[in-house]
């Protein structure tokens, strides 16, 4: 059983580097976005920034599923 729980949590580690690297390309998306569009940043790059709030509550609902799931 420890076993299963050292894998459960390495998987779950795993899983959440690889949301904060997609979370931080987005990031350096708007970023790129903003320097490029200047003033009109605000209507071009609307669908970037509409992106983020998405991964970050993808995040807060996989841990809240992992934590349930561990208990």
Known sequence: ????????????????????EEINFVREKMKWCYRREGVNHLQN??????????HILLVMV?????????S
């Open 1 to 20: 059983d420890h076993m299963a729980f050292v894998k459960a949590r390495s998987d779950f580690v795993k899983a959440q580097l690889v949301r904060t």
């Open 45 to 54: 790059c609307r669908d970037i920034t509409l992106q983020v709030p998405l």
């Open 62 to 70: 996989v841990e809240a599923l992992w934590v349930a799931d561990m």
